[in-house]
């Protein structure tokens, strides 16, 4: 029989098998406020249990939904899933579900720069390894125009597999669950969302007499001004290959650069495309650490975490992070909009799925274990487990007890610049009808990213400068492009 009291979560404390956010996270599934689960991991006893749950003894039960949640009970899922804050947070509520349904999940974390590969090895071998994905919005064109991804609407639909009141699809924010959709289907649903923002540190701030960044000229001038290598540099921005494009448009679009023009020409080697690549290497090479080329996200939060930087501009999702108990920030950090260039303020937004294979036997199995991780109540479980800042529905950020956890943090500007963000990153004047959301969507965009991401890492490195290294990146993703047969004959 399943043990869902609080009493029975205790005595697993007690017994030494769940960390602090583990209890924390699974108390809240049960219904037990933040507050309460956190007097109750202080005292440690039955006692104090039982003043915390409802009349009778027993916790809230989790709403759950009106299916039969045990249908696929004894089936076993393999779940590839992005090493991620996100990722940590499931994995801890993780038998919560596997209690509920009888169903195990086996999931594999994956760096993100093996992520896709696998998945992609996986699809084009017809292996059929995975049951359900974890995947970026971009792959979704892929993924979807291959047939290797099954849509989401046909379950959403059926009233054995969704209680549509309580998921609430709606509930999900609708710019990720656009990013989701291909040809009017629905190929997976947010497992989290994210935009970018300025991080900067207030105390260094305070003391320079600086002002928080308008500009990018701004943000460049203070990054400078911070810059005082080898004990802290002025900023820190992805520039490795895999992972440097997604910051590297929020330039483009700040410069009203695009990626393709109406006829699927290239256009990132023009004007605004090199001045935006001058600027982003710019700010790197006179105020960021060394071997900025090879970073990612990894090394650059880890470095802001640590107090190594003055500022970073990267994704929304880190700032939890920053006031962990343990890190040197914890208290020292403010939040900004992206600086606005010569033309726009470059709003940025991100979704990764989850999906179900169209391969796997598993299908109902699947689609049980991506509702539950996607609900309300695990949204706002893991959410307060201090592990995420990125949970794809708007209740849990309205949440008044969420808010006050990250009001008490200093993280309600945080909040509110993340939901901006996510709100206005949309291009509706792009000459391609691709270009409209933040990074282009079309089925071969992550082979012609490849391309961008070397020129950009190239220029980092001093190995090229900015119009040599896109008029080269601009060849190879036309080559990618004409073989994918975009362009007629006259072309």
């Known amino acids: 029989m399943r043990r869902n009291t609080i009493g029975a979560l205790v005595d697993e404390l007690d017994r030494g098998r769940l960390s602090r956010r583990q209890f924390l996270a699974r108390a809240s599934l049960l219904g037990v406020s933040l507050g309460a689960a956190s007097a109750l991991y202080a005292a440690r006893a039955g006692e104090v249990a039982a003043q915390a749950t409802p009349a009778g003894g027993a916790a809230a039960a989790p709403a759950t939904g009106n299916i039969d949640w045990q249908q696929a009970s004894g089936q076993t899922l393999r779940v590839p899933m992005q090493t991620h804050p996100t990722t ?8 919560e579900f596997e209690a509920l ?6 999931i594999e974390e994956l760096d993100w720069s093996v992520l896709h590969e696998k998945i992609l090895t996986d699809f084009q071998s017809g292996s059929g390894t995975y049951d359900a994905v974890m995947h970026g919005c971009y792959t979704t064109p892929l993924y979807a125009t291959n047939g290797w991804v099954e849509d989401l609407t046909t379950y959403l639909d059926d009233p054995a597999l969704t209680d549509t009141s309580w998921f609430d699809v709606d509930d999900l924010f609708a710019p990720s669950r656009e990013l989701l959709t291909w040809e009017e289907g629905q190929f997976g649903l947010p497992v989290y969302s994210q935009s970018d923002l300025l991080y900067y540190r207030t105390d ?19 990054a400078q001004t911070l810059n005082n290598p080898p004990s802290l540099y002025g900023t820190a921005m992805w520039g490795s290959k895999d992972q440097s494009p997604p910051i590297f448009f929020i330039y483009l679009h700040a410069f009203g650069g695009e990626y393709l023009d109406a006829d699927w020409n290239p256009t ?13 290497a710019d700010i790197l090479k006179t105020a ?8 990612g996200f990894p090394e650059t939060n880890n470095a802001f975490t640590a107090a190594l930087l003055g500022h970073t501009l990267q994704a929304t999702v880190f700032a939890p992070g920053y006031q962990a108990e343990t890190a040197p920030v914890r208290g020292k950090v403010g939040y900004a909009v992206t600086p606005k260039g010569p033309v726009q303020r470059g709003y940025s937004t991100f979704a990764m799925s989850l999906a179900i294979s169209s391969r796997t036997e598993r299908k109902t199995a699947a689609w049980l274990f991506i509702q539950w991780a996607l609900s309300k109540g695990v949204c706002k479980a893991t959410t307060l487990s201090g592990d995420r800042g990125d949970s794809p529905r708007a209740s849990t950020w309205t949440d008044p007890e969420v808010r006050g956890v990250w009001d008490a943090l200093g993280m309600g500007e945080w909040a509110d610049i993340t939901l901006e963000g996510m709100s206005k990153a949309v291009y509706p004047n792009a000459s391609n009808p691709v270009c409209t959301s933040f990074e282009p969507r079309f089925p071969e965009y992550l082979q012609t990213r490849d391309h961008l991401g070397a020129a950009i890492s190239s220029v980092l490195a001093g190995s090229d400068e900015p119009k040599a290294a896109l008029d ?3 060849q190879q993703i036309r080559a990618v492009l004409e073989h ?3 362009y007629n004959a006259s072309s």
Not at 204 to 222: D, F, H, K, Q, R
């Open 88 to 95: 940590t947070a499931i994995m801890e509520v993780l038998p």
């Open 101 to 106: 349904t009888g169903i195990k999940v086996q």
């Open 204 to 222: 260094l701030y305070e003391s320079a007499g600086l002002a928080v960044p308008e500009t990018l000229e701004e943000y460049a001038a203070n």
């Open 268 to 280: 990132i080697n023009n004007e605004a495309g090199v001045a935006a690549l001058t600027a982003y």
């Open 288 to 295: 960021g650490p060394p071997g900025i080329a090879s970073w």
């Open 472 to 474: 080269k990146a601009a």
């Open 484 to 486: 994918a047969g975009y």
